[in-house]
């Protein structure tokens, strides 16, 4: 296949992959990931690179979500608070789950992840007519959680941050505000671990996925602003439920 072909087609995914989790709070590892190991990338060399463009658009995508007014990140808000915590959760999770991603099979990490992805997708259309209560060790449980979920493979992040923050108490446009700040966070911490051993980054994926996903910010903030709060809250969890059948379906080879 041309180069050029290839790179416009990885450009393409990263478009849409980043428009649907910063619409929906999830979907952009998840999804991208597996799509372009069948492209015939190591999935070492991926993940580096997933994480290095999620970091750039996470923090593009926050910026855009206040801009349009889904959420508000003043300085002493609430949301603000509630992102750097998630973040700042990240550290450890990250850390400890590059270390195992070097050693445990490709095919446990997809299986766990799916599994864990599909059960928050029951939570939140099982849950999501009850009141929920706002519980800041709920955050920091879910942060660092998921953020081991994102070392590992690259994906698995937004749709447990995104899911728990709704059954944490967290409005749902806010909490896909929050996520894109948080993941940016964890994507650095991410990258950086995996700099620091040594692991080779795929330059070739890196311009095409940043550009992709980048051009897809705008649309997807302003999607967000547009949606009812009962409907996107629908679209997340039955988003959640597919890609937790979709990554267990990979890990089964199925797919």
């Known amino acids: 296949m041309d180069p050029l072909l290839i790179i416009s087609l990885i450009a393409l995914l990263a478009f849409i992959c980043e428009f649907v989790d910063s ?3 999830m979907g952009y590892g998840t999804t991208l990931a597996p799509l372009l190991i069948m492209f015939g990338y190591e999935p070492l060399a991926i993940v580096p690179a997933i994480l290095l463009s ?3 658009t996470g923090f593009f995508a926050a910026f855009a979500h206040h801009g349009v007014g889904n959420v508000n990140f003043n300085r002493d808000g609430k949301e603000l608070r509630i992102a750097i915590t998630l973040g700042a959760c990240s550290v450890f999770g990250v850390v400890a789950s590059v270390l195992l991603a070097i050693s445990l099979p490709k095919s446990f990490i997809t299986f766990y992840i799916g ?5 928050m997708g029951i939570l939140i259309l099982w849950k999501r007519r009850k009141v929920k209560r706002f519980s800041w ?3 920091i449980g879910i942060g660092t959680w998921a953020s081991f979920n994102k070392g590992m493979s690259g994906g698995g992040y937004g749709p447990l941050v995104t899911s728990g923050q709704i059954l944490s108490g967290v409005e749902t446009k806010k909490s896909i505000a929050i996520t894109s700040l948080s993941e940016g966070i964890t994507s650095v911490a991410g990258f950086v671990v995996y700099l620091i051993l040594g692991i080779s980054l795929a ?6 996925l940043v550009i992709g996903a980048m051009l897809s910010v705008p649309f997807s903030a302003l999607a967000v602003k547009r949606v009812r709060e009962k409907k996107l809250l629908v679209g ?7 890609l937790g059948i979709f990554t267990l379906l990979k890990a089964s080879g199925m797919l």
């Open 23 to 25: 619409t929906l709070g």
């Open 54 to 56: 999620e970091a750039l």
């Open 115 to 119: 599994f864990i992805v599909l059960l």
């Open 137 to 139: 060790p709920k955050i």
């Open 203 to 208: 330059h070739e994926l890196v311009i095409p």
């Open 236 to 242: 997340i969890g039955a988003a959640t439920l597919v």
